[in-house]
T-cell receptor
Framework: KAGVTQTPRYLIKTRGQQVTLSCSPI?????VSWYQQTPGQGLQFLFE???????NKGNFPGRFSGRQFSNSRSEMNVSTLELGDSALYLC???????????FGPGTRLTVT | GESVGLHLPTLSVQEGDNSIINCAYS??????FIWYKQESGKGPQFIID?????DKRQGQRVTVLLNKTVKHLSLQIAATQPGDSAVYFC??????????FGAGTRLTVKP
């Protein structure tokens, strides 16, 4: 079974731009969660989607948004990028939320 | 606010020894706990999980212990190998489904 894939793997953007990251979950997994990982804050939960609906949301500003498609693939968008948005963005999929999550390799976003 | 934290940021052990990584949590409503391993340049990898109705669960060379009384979680790795060197995270969630991660412990295995 193929693992979780994320594209792109690396991205460089400038302040004020927006970015869209993509995640393809493991086949059959309906829950997709997004996390931000930084050296200073560690792993922080962004949001979770299940069957195209956002079920849970972490404590991030409205500039961070996401969506899930009918095939469970998910995208997250960050608008008006700030330097502090530089981070590794991780996507994880699971059959449902409170089950073991399988992480993708992440997208390394650098904002200059 | 509620938080998940780790007692030690780094742990160094000799190859072949057992490792114990600890985690404290403060949310008494947490009912599902996971340990992840993250190697450099990779996403976290699931190691083992435990639900709040259990106090011990064993996997291959790993054991997770849950003490709900003191809100403490530990990961024991038997016969630690160089390939076990990584950062280990605990995570917990409750019915609010907000998955929270600890800061991580870096395990270094000396040959």
């Amino acid at each position: 079974k193929a693992g979780v894939t994320q594209t792109p793997r690396y991205l460089i953007k400038t302040r004020g731009q927006q970015v869209t990251l993509s995640c393809s979950p493991i086949s059959g997994h309906r829950s997709v969660s997004w996390y931000q990982q930084t050296p200073g804050q560690g792993l922080q939960f962004l949001f979770e989607y299940f069957s195209e609906t956002q079920r849970n949301k972490g404590n991030f500003p409205g500039r961070f948004s996401g969506r899930q498609f009918s095939n469970s693939r998910s995208e997250m968008n960050v608008s008006t990028l700030e330097l502090g948005d530089s981070a590794l963005y991780l996507c994880a999929s699971s059959p449902d939320y409170a089950y073991e999550q399988y992480f993708g390799p992440g997208t390394r976003l650098t904002v200059t | 606010g509620e938080s998940v934290g780790l007692h030690l940021p780094t742990l160094s052990v000799q190859e072949g020894d057992n490792s114990i990584i600890n985690c404290a949590y403060s949310n008494s409503a947490s009912d599902y706990f996971i340990w992840y391993k993250q190697e450099s340049g990779k996403g976290p990898q699931f190691i083992i999980d435990i639900r709040s109705n259990m106090d011990k669960r064993q996997g291959q060379r790993v054991t997770v212990l849950l003490n709900k009384t003191v809100k403490h979680l530990s990961l024991q790795i038997a016969a630690t190998q160089p390939g076990d060197s990584a950062v280990y995270f605990c995570a917990e969630t409750d019915n609010n489904n907000d998955m929270r991660f600890g800061a991580g412990t870096r395990l270094t295995v000396k040959p």
